[in-house]
């Protein structure tokens, strides 16, 4: 089997934290699988590669490859495969991410028409809602992120978090 008639597979996988994404890609008769983590960075790169050798269907002058293992020249070929499908992987999500940032935009909107003092589980709920746009697009530090944009300490967003946690699972079990 030639290198030509094997294409790039993209499998996106649902999960509660996020979506987790899979790719396979192919370097001479080498298959290449790397995977994102839910709620990672989808710009950083796969959090994880396994590099492993088709001997299905290629000619004996490839299993001489296999006998000698990867060489660097396989892996710097390996490289210019892992910066294509993490910017296949960011087209791809492109349309999701914007949603996400989306959501976040509109959840920090309702925090600015329901303050605190004035509907309490209206507030809770945006910020959660905000809280959980950030994760899923991929933000490790969404607590700060948001303290910056409620002009908050991280502590108090993280207080504030816990409750509007508790509140989210309450409604979710009424």
């Known amino acids: 089997m030639s290198a030509e008639h094997r294409q790039r597979q993209v499998e996106i996988r649902p999960h509660p934290l996020g979506s987790s994404v899979e790719v396979t890609d192919y370097v001479g008769p080498w298959v290449v699988s790397m995977s994102w983590a839910p709620n990672q960075d989808r710009a950083a790169g ?3 590669v396994l590099i492993t050798f088709d001997d299905e269907g290629w000619a004996d002058e490839h299993n001489a490859e296999s006998e000698r293992g990867i060489t660097s ?3 710097r070929r390996v490289e210019a ?4 499908a993490t910017a296949a992987v960011r087209e791809i999500l492109a349309p999701v991410l914007n949603l996400l940032l989306a959501d976040y935009q509109t959840a920090l909107a309702d925090l600015g028409t329901h303050p605190l003092a004035d509907d309490r589980d209206a507030y809770y709920a945006a910020l959660y809602r905000a809280w959980h746009a950030l994760t899923t697009h991929g933000d490790r530090t969404p607590n700060k992120t948001l ?3 409620l002009n908050l300490s991280p502590e108090t967003v993280r207080t504030q978090l816990k409750k509007a946690r508790k509140r989210a699972a309450e409604q979710g079990s009424k």
């Open 73 to 75: 020249g396989t892996l």
């Open 81 to 84: 495969v892992l910066v294509s």
């Open 46 to 48: 796969p959090s994880s």
């Open 147 to 149: 303290a910056a944009q």
